[in-house]
């Protein structure tokens, strides 16, 4: 078993930053892949970022690449995700999620264990 537990969410002006960390438990967390995944009010969820478990390989959504970071510390068990230059239509629920794979993937449905969420909302 894992358990997730997202943190970082906020109110933040357009142009802004968050930093959201998600801290995992449980004893092989630190080998499988996790990603970040957002749902806004009234939309389907949508895959955010990946992160492999074992080369740290990364993967992003075209609307976020080259705004937002994924990282990882493993000896920490915890994930991150670098959100830069927010815009509105970032407003959503983030959710961390881990596979039982150390390969990455952007289907919500492979992912096995998912944390409870943390808002961001960003204003215009």
């Known amino acids: 078993q894992v358990q997730l537990v997202e943190s970082g969410g906020g109110l933040v002006q357009a142009g802004g930053s968050l930093r959201l960390s998600c801290a995992a438990s449980?004893?092989?967390?630190?080998?499988?892949?996790m990603g970040w995944f957002r749902q806004a009010p009234g939309k389907e969820r949508e895959f955010v970022a990946t992160?492999?478990?074992?080369?740290?390989?990364?993967s992003y959504a075209n609307s976020v690449k080259g705004r937002f970071t994924i990282s990882r510390d493993n000896a920490k068990q915890s994930l991150y995700l670098q959100m830069s230059s927010l815009k509105p239509e970032d407003t959503a629920v983030y959710y961390c999620?881990?596979?039982?794979?150390?390969?990455?993937?952007?289907?919500?449905?492979?992912?096995?264990?998912w944390g409870q969420g943390t808002q961001v909302t960003v204003s215009s």
């Open positions: 992160i492999s478990g074992s080369t740290g390989t990364t």
């Open positions: 999620a881990a596979r039982t794979s150390p390969t990455l993937s952007s289907t919500g449905e492979s992912y096995a264990y």
């Open positions: 449980g004893r092989t967390a630190s080998r499988y892949a």
